[in-house]
């Protein structure tokens, strides 16, 4: 009985990650799935309190209490500029922005505690498994991109660019498929960097497909996310020699930056008025406007202040531009830090730029392994690159990647010797 429970469990997570991850194609087909990760969230954060009310608040590490507080802060300067500008008054819309803005955090620590409260939970088992799911789809997905190239798939491709059709495959975005790449290559770090998991020549080939598919997207984000995942795969085959290994770092860290400046500039910066720039010029705006604390949850940017047509949007004139319309507001959540700066101000972006300089420090101080180590790299590099142009972490991949980056933290890797007793047995 105690070795099905065993098998179980790691089923059960290996089940949950993949849900999170595939949760938009999911929800297509059946809408109510796109509460799963809110659930997950919930559920979660209701066992950490539980954990921690019993354990004691005066137990509560200092980098913790350290997240919380500044989280805090955050709150009440988002509820006093709802509370002094009045431009958002329902309760439950605030209420359910505040949440969205939190949840990352929220299930972090939730899924942490959960992970490392159960007995039994084999992240070797849950990789190798999760290897062979990623290889399969990667090579379905590899040879659409290629047929897809050369003949041309209308509903696969999202659009052109330089003269060459960009993949989405079966999502309804090409930033999806270069999402669900940047997670295969995650648990792909793990595999090649776990000592306790055979890495071998196949897993190699799954990496170099994956890398491909992300680079066959098109998206600037994607072609930088693969560049750095292909850097950590190389670092282990140059560290012979440590000045070439140095050269090779900094190099892929000089392109990174400069295809990053070019993104910034063409996404904030145009030519020609575009959604984000717009997005940004606006929230400008408003933090100097309502300096220094800003207009409030569910006021700019964010998926509440679209549904419920954010007041300001008019003040800003965003209902007369093509995807900002009340009837057409498509781009109205493709940015991030003038969600920050529009709704908390200058004072909420100091203190949120403090929040994310610990939480990415702290979880740093946890990867005590290189497969821990480079994984959670690649999660916080996808983070900092895609909140230059869409909602990152208010975006449902957030809980995803959270959820995985919980998981690396909180389990242990069995060695080897264990795993294959585990299997026999099982």
Same mark, same amino acid.
């Given at each position: 009985?105690?070795?099905?429970?065993?098998?179980?469990?790691?089923?059960?997570?290996?089940?949950?990650?993949?849900?999170?991850?595939?949760?938009?194609?999911?929800?297509?087909?059946?809408?109510?799935?796109?509460?799963?990760?809110?659930?997950?969230?919930?559920?979660?954060?209701?066992?950490?309190?539980?954990? %921690?009310?019993?354990?004691?608040?005066?137990?509560?590490?200092?980098?913790?209490?350290?997240?919380?507080?500044?989280?805090?802060?955050?709150?009440?300067?988002?509820?006093?500029?709802?509370?002094?500008?009045?431009?958002?008054?329902?309760?439950?819309?605030?209420?359910?922005?505040?949440?969205?803005?939190?949840?990352?955090?929220?299930?972090?620590?939730?899924?942490?505690?959960?992970?490392?409260?159960?007995?039994?939970?084999?992240?070797?088992?849950?990789?190798?498994?999760?290897?062979?799911?990623?290889?399969?789809?990667?090579?379905? %997905?590899?040879?659409?991109?290629?047929?897809?190239?050369?003949?041309?798939?209308?509903?696969?491709?999202?659009?052109?660019?330089?003269?060459?059709?960009?993949?989405?495959?079966?999502?309804?975005?090409?930033?999806?498929?270069?999402?669900?790449?940047? @997670?295969?290559?995650?648990?792909?770090?793990?595999?090649?960097?776990?000592?306790?998991?055979?890495?071998?020549?196949?897993?190699?080939?799954? @990496?170099?497909?994956?890398?491909?598919?992300?680079?066959?997207?098109?998206?600037?984000?994607?072609?930088?996310?693969?560049?750095?995942?292909?850097?950590?795969?190389?670092?282990?085959?140059?560290?012979?020699?440590?000045?070439?290994?140095?050269?090779?770092?900094?190099?892929?860290?000089?392109?990174?930056?400069?295809?990053?400046?070019?993104?910034?500039?063409?996404?904030?910066?145009?030519?020609?008025?575009?959604?984000?720039?717009?997005?940004?010029?606006?929230?400008?705006?408003?933090?100097?406007?309502?300096?220094?604390?800003?207009?409030?949850?569910?006021?700019?940017?964010?998926?509440?202040?679209?549904?419920?047509?954010?007041?300001?949007?008019?003040?800003?004139?965003?209902?007369?531009?093509?995807?900002?319309?009340?009837?057409?507001?498509?781009?109205?959540?493709?940015?991030?830090?003038?969600?920050?700066?529009?709704?908390?101000?200058?004072?909420?972006?100091?203190?949120?730029?403090?929040?994310?300089?610990?939480?990415? %420090?702290?979880?740093?101080?946890?990867?005590?392994?290189?497969?821990?180590?480079?994984?959670?790299?690649?999660?916080?590099?996808?983070?900092?690159?895609?909140?230059?142009?869409?909602?990152?972490?208010?975006?449902?991949?957030?809980?995803?990647?959270?959820?995985?980056?919980?998981?690396?933290?909180?389990?242990?890797?069995?060695?080897?010797?264990?795993?294959?007793?585990?299997?026999?047995?099982?």
């Amino acid at each position: 009985m105690r070795k099905l429970k065993n098998i179980n469990i790691n089923i059960i997570i290996l089940v949950i990650i993949n849900c999170l991850i595939f949760q938009s194609v999911v929800q297509t087909m059946f809408p109510p799935f796109k509460y799963f990760d809110e659930i997950v969230t919930l559920l979660s954060f209701l066992y950490y309190l539980k954990v %921690t009310f019993k354990r004691g608040i005066k137990n509560i590490p200092k980098v913790e209490l350290a997240i919380w507080s500044l989280s805090l802060i955050m709150i009440v300067l988002g509820l006093m500029g709802n509370y002094l500008f009045q431009y958002q008054k329902n309760l439950l819309v605030i209420g359910g922005d505040l949440f969205l803005f939190f949840k990352y955090i929220l299930v972090f620590f939730g899924m942490k505690t959960v992970l490392s409260n159960v007995k039994n939970i084999d992240i070797n088992y849950i990789t190798k498994h999760q290897v062979n799911i990623i290889g399969k789809l990667t090579i379905v %997905t590899l040879i659409f991109m290629v047929i897809n190239l050369l003949f041309g798939i209308d509903f696969m491709t999202y659009d052109v660019r330089f003269g060459i059709r960009s993949y989405q495959f079966l999502y309804m975005h090409a930033g999806r498929l270069n999402t669900i790449c940047t @997670m295969f290559s995650i648990f792909l770090l793990i595999a090649k960097y776990n000592k306790n998991i055979e890495y071998d020549k196949k897993m190699n080939n799954i @990496m170099l497909m994956n890398l491909i598919v992300q680079i066959s997207t098109l998206r600037s984000r994607g072609i930088v996310i693969a560049l750095m995942t292909f850097i950590m795969c190389s670092l282990d085959q140059i560290k012979v020699n440590k000045e070439k290994a140095k050269k090779f770092v900094v190099i892929g860290i000089i392109i990174g930056v400069i295809v990053s400046a070019v993104q910034i500039k063409t996404y904030f910066f145009p030519e020609k008025r575009t959604p984000r720039s717009d997005l940004l010029n606006g929230s400008l705006v408003l933090m100097t406007e309502h300096f220094p604390i800003g207009t409030g949850f569910a006021t700019y940017g964010t998926d509440a202040a679209r549904k419920n047509y954010s007041i300001l949007y008019y003040k800003l004139g965003f209902n007369k531009n093509y995807g900002m319309k009340p009837t057409d507001y498509q781009f109205l959540t493709d940015c991030f830090w003038p969600v920050i700066i529009g709704q908390f101000g200058i004072l909420g972006l100091a203190v949120y730029i403090i929040l994310l300089y610990i939480i990415i %420090t702290s979880i740093m101080e946890m990867c005590n392994l290189k497969y821990k180590k480079y994984a959670s790299i690649l999660i916080i590099i996808n983070f900092l690159i895609n909140s230059v142009a869409s909602s990152s972490f208010l975006n449902y991949s957030a809980i995803a990647y959270m959820t995985i980056l919980a998981l690396i933290l909180s389990t242990k890797s069995k060695k080897r010797k264990e795993i294959k007793n585990y299997e026999i047995k099982n």
